[in-house]
């Protein structure tokens, strides 16, 4: 309870969630006055699971699940969970297939357990015959351990996507292809759509996919055209900065709480007004899973992460972190602006899904024309697009119809790449 009641304090602070705006989180459950519900007062008493994944999700539905350590090359620890079958094992003799799902920013692999054995995505792979492996990004409640650092320094958040892009990925990436002797298939969320596309644009890892589903996907951002989300942008790439430093952006800490009071009131924007035009309404969240879902996530990431995502907003381009200063840029990048990343450079003839919603104000429809276009030389029948126009960010996880809607589609999409 003290975790949810941390959570709610700093939203209420913000009249009612004006953080989670700023956060990339898209909340708004099925039935109207759901935040404010939730927020305010909690139908139950949800306790976040402290135990590790496999434990509190995974083996109590009835699945094998194994906890594995992975060591990225600047020294994180990352947890990774697999569930190697279905509850009912198919004895079809051929090799299971493997997939690993990477969620997005505030988020955990937890996050795609938050509905029903029937009704979440791994579980439904892994009824379908598929491996599949769950990751944990830096920084988030199972992987903040380093080899040398301490996650209560600043050392330890001195990081953006773009080495979650150049060190997570391949690190979880490499494991799995080791563990398995196959290529994977992959499924993003958000920020876990930008890092896999950032990175095969550069060319790295296409060897090792066998295909890719990318759902609510981010790249470009300069379409969250909303004040609040122009205010914060900028005071994320200027006061935040200083005002933080490389330090751990943690949405439940109170101070996060206090910059974002401080921010509706100076912008002027009533951030109580805005939730319901800026976030997206996600039409088909269950109320259940809601609560678990306040209760479990809200998880960390790097202040300078949140600067990068406010350079990307703000520049309309993608391109690696900005150190603002010519001459930082130079020593960094070997040239006085960032390198951008091209993502028509993502090869043509690589399986890609991509499934995105109509209410989602994170993945804006335009942003997401941005990137098709980018998309418009890749080979048409190694490229399927989907647009379902009443979901929003969160129904792509944890929507109760996603199944339907979105998974069965994913199944099939890998099911026909493996044929
Ligand atoms: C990290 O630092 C904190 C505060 O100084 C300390 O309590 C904790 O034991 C340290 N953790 C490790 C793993 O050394
Ligand atoms: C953070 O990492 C960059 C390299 O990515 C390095 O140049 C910089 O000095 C680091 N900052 C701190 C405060 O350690
Ligand atoms: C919502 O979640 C609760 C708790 O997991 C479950 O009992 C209920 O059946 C779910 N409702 C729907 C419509 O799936
Ligand atoms: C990206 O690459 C494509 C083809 O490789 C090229 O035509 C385009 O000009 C590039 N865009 C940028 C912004 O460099």
């Known amino acids: 309870m003290a975790v949810v009641r941390g959570f709610l304090g700093f939203a209420t ?9 700023v956060l990339v989180l898209v909340v708004h459950p099925h039935r109207a006055n759901g935040i404010r519900r939730a927020l305010t007062a909690p139908s139950k008493d949800v306790k976040p699971s402290v135990a590790g994944v496999c434990a509190a999700s995974v083996i109590v539905h009835g699945y094998k699940c194994q906890e594995f350590k992975v060591t990225t090359k ?52 892994a ?21 040398s650092l301490n996650s209560s320094t600043t050392d330890f958040w001195n990081w953006t996507w773009d080495e979650l892009a150049s060190f997570d990925m ?28 950032v990175s095969f644009s550069e060319g790295k890892l296409v060897k090792q996919m066998k295909s890719v589903a990318l759902l609510s996907p981010v790249a470009y951002m300069s379409n969250m055209n909303t004040a609040l989300g122009r205010v914060a942008a900028k005071t994320f ?6 005002m933080y430093g490389d330090a751990e952006f943690n949405p439940k800490m109170v101070e996060v709480g206090d910059f974002i009071k401080s921010l509706c009131t100076y912008s002027g924007v009533d951030c109580y007004d805005i939730l319901s035009d800026f976030t997206g309404k996600n039409c088909c969240l269950n109320s259940s899973s809601f609560d678990l879902f306040l209760a479990n996530e809200g998880q960390s990431t790097s202040t300078k992460n949140m600067i990068h995502f406010a350079q990307t907003f703000r520049d309309g381009t993608l391109a690696k972190y900005d150190y603002a200063w010519p001459l930082y840029n130079e020593m960094h990048y070997g040239q006085v602006t960032p390198p951008i990343y091209n993502l028509s450079n993502i090869p043509h003839d690589l399986p890609l899904f991509l499934s995105y919603g109509g209410q989602d104000a994170l993945s804006d429809v335009q942003d997401v024309k941005l990137l098709l276009g980018n998309l418009k030389v890749h080979d048409v029948d190694k490229l399927s697009v989907q647009f379902i126009k009443e979901y929003a960010h969160l129904d792509f996880i944890m929507g109760l119809n996603a199944k339907d809607k979105v998974y069965n589609q994913v199944v099939t999409f890998f099911k026909h790449q493996n044929s």
């Not at 015959?129 to 351990?145: L, P």
């Open 13 to 21: 602070a913000c009249r009612d969630f004006c953080v989670l705006v």
């Open 74 to 125: 600047d020294g994180y620890i990352l947890s990774l969970q697999r569930i190697p079958e279905g509850r009912v094992v198919q004895k079809d003799g051929n090799k299971r297939q493997p997939v690993l799902l990477q969620h997005g920013l505030f988020m955990d692999g937890m996050s795609w357990f938050l509905n029903s054995p029937e009704q979440n995505l791994p579980m439904i792979l």
């Open 127 to 147: 009824d379908n015959g598929f491996d599949v492996w769950i990751s944990n990004t830096r920084g988030t409640r199972f992987s903040r351990k380093h080899t």
């Open 170 to 197: 391949p690190a979880v990436i490499d494991f799995v292809c080791g563990q398995t002797g196959q290529k994977i298939n992959y499924v993003g969320h958000s920020q876990g759509t930008l890092i896999a596309l």
């Open 237 to 242: 790439v200027g006061e935040m900065g200083t």
